[in-house]
């Protein structure tokens, strides 16, 4: 685009720095409303960059995996387990060489989690590697389950996961020496102060970690590897008699989607302060596909989108369904979860039969 | 070795079960090529329009002798299931029949979701118990004890097998069924409707799902609306094992996977030191599937291969 510096220029300087405001003023206006409205922006953030992590992999490598969540799972238990005193309440011998207590801050677990999840990610693309399609989709779902069976049962005879239980008293992550699981107050009290609460600081690293995943799948998607993503994806066959390593560069998507995927599940832990097998359902990979595809597989804004709206409407209707329908029926007739799993099912059918490649697709998969 | 030829027998009646299942999923996989990811569903809705039929009749008429409760509940599952899976085609699979691959097993698995859902809704997210209508004096075999009830799921499945073996192989329906799924449009050309031959196959496999969800919940007293999702799941891996599209195939497939499960779940405990236990059931499936994928992505008895995108 040689434009120069043009008005188009302007234009667009403008335009980032007016959304680069409103993302910096959303969590307050929100919290204006309550902090429950901002822990809903924490966890669509959450969403997004597991939407992120799943679009390198259905999205521009063309691999239906329906067991995303299970990395999102080794990321999470990863931080439980390293961050809370489970471990060295259950052995004896790691209370004797950590006499301080297991607290392993952000930054060891975020590049530990991201690169323990990505080793998952090549043993669970390994075997995969030749199968395509409906069976690919198989495989990786029973891989999740496979996880999650063992999140839920390794309790005995060593209690490593804790079973159904889950772990708890997970620390909150710590910045710089700030602790963001307590508010903090800025400015002094004859000034005029700002309340900064937990929600809202964990708001700001999700949202730089977002960034950063952001900026990762951009560059990703114009890179060699991004475009050997998708010849991949159009015509395996083809791919390979141009000379990509189609094997390598699969175990790639699968090693970089789950890695998103891991650090996301790292800050879900520290964030909830509570892990438990129930977080990782089957339900919660459809969700996350569900996501990507109906925004629109393979295309950065419309995977956004898809992130966002699939989690911000069934959470709204949280909030609203109920009231709504007792004035209108006197009664709670449809359960608001319910009422989210109906949406998610009806989206998924209408969308694919409507829209097939999604709400707002590639500009390229169009012309196809 | 009276313990394993019990784990043996277990394993079948577990086994043919998954058969039943297995045989609706490698129909239509050998037809369209789909995995019908909302067959499990119709298994649920088949357990728990039985379950909630013969709860009525037993309230209303507690006369009704168990067996006859029964057949009257399969009698009412099996067309409530064929209705279903005929929605189901037409809705999420017959308009995009010439869509990529992605597109209908996403419809498939947005619909096996609202009809979860909508099961829930009906009847409420609690199990609902499916009472003993068969006498609960074991039958001894061999030195291994059968229940009535594993008896009964033994011998209809056995005749539910090969019923459809002779409706497939011996009928001009199923020579209709066979043509379609080599070459559609040759079999189009030679007078088959294609779209007729399809519908009868979704509804040939909802009817063996229906008599599998009403003889898992007779089986383990329990109807629930989540029920259907490990017997689709683990009916599949069987399709996958046996060679999905072979109807002899899925019948072997089943009938080992509920082995296999059957004597894993038994004697993992000792195999593992103790370190992994009979709960750990549900996981053989998904090795036997990667394993099966691997090894011998076709089989045991197909021709297909699994690089078909």
């Known amino acids: 685009m040689p434009e120069g510096a043009t008005p188009g220029h302007w234009r667009r300087a403008l335009g980032i720095g007016l959304i680069a405001i409103a993302l910096v003023a959303l969590p307050f206006v929100a919290g204006l409303a309550g902090n429950s409205w901002v822990r809903i922006l924490d966890f669509a953030l959450l969403y997004i960059m597991l939407a992120l992590g799943l679009n390198i992999v259905v999205g521009y490598a063309g691999l239906l995996d329906l067991g995303y969540i299970a990395f999102y799972a080794v990321g999470a238990y990863l931080y439980a387990l390293l961050s809370s005193p489970h471990l060295i309440e259950q052995f004896e011998w790691i209370a004797q060489v950590l006499p301080n207590g297991m607290h392993a801050g952000i930054w060891l677990i975020l590049p530990l989690g991201a690169g323990l999840a990505a080793a998952f990610g090549i043993l669970l693309g390994a075997p995969t590697l030749k199968l395509r399609g409906d069976y690919l989709a198989i495989v990786t779902l029973g891989f999740g389950e496979i996880i999650r069976i063992f999140l839920n049962n390794l309790n005995a005879p060593a209690n490593l996961t804790n079973g159904p239980q889950g772990i708890s008293n997970i620390d909150s992550v710590s910045l710089f020496g700030l602790n963001l699981g307590k508010k903090i107050v800025l400015g002094s009290p004859e000034t005029g102060s700002l309340e900064v609460s937990s929600v809202t600081m964990y708001y700001f690293l999700f949202l730089a970690l977002t960034l950063l995943l952001l900026v990762v799948s951009v560059r990703l998607q114009d890179s060699r590897i991004g475009r050997a993503w998708v010849a991949i994806r159009e015509d395996e066959i083809a791919a390979r008699a141009m000379g990509i390593n189609t094997r390598n560069v699969k175990l790639l998507a699968f090693a970089l989607g789950a890695s998103f995927g891991g650090i996301s599940g790292a800050l879900f832990a520290a964030f909830q302060g509570f892990v438990s097998p129930e977080s990782f359902t089957l339900n919660e990979s459809i969700v996350i596909v569900a996501m990507v595809v109906l925004g629109g597989m393979g295309h950065i804004p419309g995977v956004i989108l898809g992130a966002v709206l699939l989690y911000a409407i069934p959470e709204t209707l949280r909030h609203v369904a109920r009231p709504i329908q007792e004035s209108l029926f006197g009664a709670e007739l449809i359960p608001a979860e319910a009422l989210r799993m109906l949406l998610f099912g009806l989206s998924m059918m209408l969308i694919m039969l409507v829209r097939p490649a999604g709400l707002w697709p590639a500009p390229q998969r169009q012309a196809t | ?309």
């Open chain 2, 1 to 309: 070795m009276d313990i394993f030829f019990q784990q043996v027998l277990n394993g079948l009646v577990l086994g043919s079960v998954y058969a039943l299942v297995a045989l609706g999923y490698t129909m239509v996989y050998g037809i369209l090529q789909l995995i019908n990811f909302a067959h499990g569903e119709v298994l649920m809705v088949g357990a728990m329009t039985a379950v909630t039929v013969v709860n009525l009749l037993q309230k209303s008429a507690p006369g009704i002798p168990g067996p006859i409760l029964l057949i009257i509940g399969i009698g009412c599952a099996i067309p409530v299931c064929i209705a279903l899976s005929l929605v189901i085609e037409r809705v999420a699979y017959r308009p995009l029949r010439n869509a990529p691959r992605l597109a209908p097993l996403i419809t498939a698995i947005g619909a096996s979701i609202v009809i979860q859902t909508l099961a829930m809704m009906i009847w409420k997210p609690n199990p609902i118990v499916f009472p003993d209508l068969l006498s609960t004096e074991p039958i001894e075999l061999g030195g291994a004890l059968l229940a009535p009830k594993q008896a009964l799921i033994l011998v209809v499945s056995a005749v539910m097998m090969g019923g459809l073996l002779l409706l497939v192989y011996r009928t001009r329906l199923g020579r209709a069924m066979r043509a379609t799924a080599e070459n559609p449009r040759i079999a189009a050309l030679m007078g088959v409707d294609a779209n007729r031959v399809i519908a009868l196959t979704f509804a040939i496999g909802a009817a063996l799902a229906a008599v599998a969800g009403v003889l898992v919940a007779m089986n383990y007293n329990i109807a629930q609306f989540a029920m259907g999702f490990m017997p689709g799941l683990k009916a599949f891996t069987a399709a996958v094992l046996g060679g999905i599209g072979n109807l002899a195939g899925a019948v072997v497939g089943g009938l080992l996977l509920g082995i296999i499960e059957s004597l894993g779940a038994g004697y993992i405990g000792d195999l593992t030191g103790g370190f992994l236990g009979s709960h750990y059931q549900d996981i053989f499936a998904f090795v036997v599937l990667i394993a099966v994928l691997l090894l011998r992505p076709s089989g045991i008895l197909g021709e297909r291969v699994a690089d078909r995108a």
